[in-house]
């Protein structure tokens, strides 16, 4: 998925935000696209919207063991962040390494938060 971005994958930050908040999700989300890779964090951001229940995305396979190790990342992350197994951050660590697990984990917050804002301010319509 070569050109994947934030603007074509997370929702757009809505326009009641302040502008300066505005611009620095933007730029939150313009790093976490640069600092791993976008084919897989645009997966694990599908992952993050069926597990706050948006449309279900498991029935699509995984492309490589990297990208099933962030969306095993990604589940645990998302449903109870201090419950990740030890072993599933390390399946991650030995596809992307030490500084590549940092980078996904700081993107992935970032595809996350992202998603739980948008849905948090239109659940009371702003």
């Known amino acids: 998925m070569t050109g994947v971005g934030p603007e074509a994958v997370l929702p757009p930050v809505p326009a009641a935000v ?5 611009d620095l999700l933007r730029a ?3 790093e976490a696209f640069r600092a791993t890779d976008p084919a897989v964090l645009e997966r694990c951001h599908a992952r993050v919207v069926a597990l706050l229940g948006g449309p279900d995305d498991s029935d699509r ?4 063991s990297a990208e099933a190790a962030c969306l095993a990342f ?3 992350f998302v449903i ?13 660590r030995d596809h ?3 500084a590549g697990l940092a980078d996904f ?3 992935l917050l970032v595809v996350e ?3 739980r804002l948008a849905r948090a301010l239109q659940a009371v319509g702003v």
Do not use: I
């Open 18 to 22: 302040p502008a300066e908040v505005a």
């Open 28 to 30: 939150a989300a313009v």
């Open 61 to 64: 396979p995984a492309r490589s």
């Open 74 to 76: 990604t589940d645990e």
């Open 80 to 92: 109870d962040v201090a419950t990740l197994a030890d072993e599933t951050a390390a399946a991650v």
């Open 96 to 98: 992307l390494g030490d």
């Open 105 to 107: 984990t700081r993107a």
């Open 113 to 115: 938060q992202r998603e």
